[in-house]
């Protein structure tokens, strides 16, 4: 494959912590390839197919009496979860190595702003690939054309899913499971880490949630909102990193305004679904066999997760403003000092030289006054 980063001429002992993180990619490649030639062997295709293939599928009729693959969820899933995982290893380290680090060398960016700028290139990627991944899903599924889509005939028609929808929520978890190898891989600071395994086991957890209690179409619809204005925001930063000032700042104002209306859209679609929706064909106890979880504590619970997210994100927001207002005050004020420190400490020589001067006799005043002329009518003289 090709893809170990040569930081030095001199080649890392094997096994050791420098050789796995310039060698990973390779190695998750070769495992990955044990899998797919396994797949060409009647012998080992199928063992080798509950890893790459979709599984859990069942065969249902469509109006026209034709029978369609679809499929649930089982714990088969964490198989093709675990093969996917590692692909997203591997297309992480290709991007990093052929487009981030080329860049990176470019702008020389400092280590902080390496590491910020490498994690906004990765997510913004991600994030741009999965918001139009869901759209194509939404209106593929034709979800957009009535809000009640997003509950009509629950659990019959969100229990048996499309290959299109059980494969985006198989990447999606395999996507946020590597992050935390990748907190490894790429060498990230101690500081930074409990931020990073902090969003990552919140999406992971939302996503792992929706698709286990079979509220796919929602999760979707609340993905490709939540995806897109993060794309922006990360896109911005990646412009302030390349010094495009102008555009940055543009980015983030959009940002700021879409963020706000992003968690009250966020927070309506789900009282519509969980509290009014859902409500309707609401069950006393969960129903395993059919993949019914419409009580009400389930979606209670659902509601609350989702509203109380919105409001840690909402005050997060506030506060980083709020502390970016502060930081902002403080410089101006420093500035304003370091301006107006220089003529006071002149004035106060000169009032210091007066006030001396003052202290002598009449005479020696005058003597003072003429000799500071005379000094500086020389130093004049010098100078021309």
């Not at 002992?13 to 062997?41: K, R, T, W, Y």
């Not at 995806?227 to 390349?242: D, G, I, N, P, W």
């Not at 940055?248 to 679609?269: C, D, K, Q, S, Y």
Request: aromatic letters at 12%.
């Amino acid at each position: 494959m090709g893809l170990r980063r040569p930081k030095s001429t001199k080649n890392p002992p094997f096994l050791s912590h420098e050789f796995i993180i310039q060698n990973h990619a390779d190695a998750v490649s070769c495992v990955m390839m044990v899998f797919v030639i396994g797949l060409m062997f009647q012998a080992t295709a199928p063992l080798a197919s509950l890893f790459v293939a979709m599984q859990h599928n069942v065969t249902v009729n469509d109006t026209d009496s034709q029978e369609i693959t679809h499929y649930t969820y089982g714990i088969k899933d964490t198989l093709t979860v675990f093969f996917y995982f590692m692909m997203c290893i591997v297309v992480h380290a290709v991007l990093q190595e052929y487009v981030l680090d080329k860049l990176n060398r470019k702008m020389h960016l400092s280590k902080i702003k390496h590491s910020k700028f490498n994690e906004s290139g990765q997510l913004m990627v991600f994030y741009l690939v999965s918001a139009i991944w869901g759209i194509n899903i939404i209106l593929t599924e034709n979800l957009a054309s009535k809000i009640s889509n997003l509950w009509d005939d629950y659990p019959a028609a969100h229990s048996h899913l499309p290959f299109i929808i059980k494969f985006f929520f198989i990447i999606q978890m395999a996507y946020w499971l590597h992050g935390f190898p990748e907190l490894y891989f790429m060498k990230i600071k101690k500081e930074e880490i409990p931020m990073r395994c902090q969003y990552i086991t919140l999406y992971f957890v939302f996503i792992l949630a929706a698709y286990c209690l079979n509220f796919h179409r929602v999760a979707i619809c609340l993905l490709v909102l939540h995806y897109t204005v993060e794309f922006l925001l990360h896109m911005s930063r990646l412009l302030y990193f390349a010094e495009k000032t102008d555009l940055a700042n543009t980015g983030f104002m959009i940002f700021n305004a879409l963020f706000v209306l992003i968690r009250l859209a966020t927070i309506t679609i789900a009282i519509l679904t969980f509290w009014y929706g859902l409500k309707q064909s609401e069950q006393a106890k969960i129903n395993f066999q059919t993949g019914n979880f419409n009580t009400r504590v389930v979606r209670i619970g659902c509601l609350a997760a989702l509203c109380l997210m919105q409001a840690w994100m909402m005050w997060q927001f506030i506060t980083f403003h709020l502390r970016r207002i502060k930081e902002h005050q403080a410089l101006n004020a420093s500035a304003n000092k370091k301006i107006v420190t220089p003529k006071k400490s002149k004035d106060k020589k000169k009032a210091k030289k007066d006030d001396d001067i003052s202290h002598l006799p009449e005479v020696d005043q005058d003597t003072a006054t003429e000799n500071g002329s005379l000094r500086s009518r020389a130093v004049a003289k010098k100078k021309n």
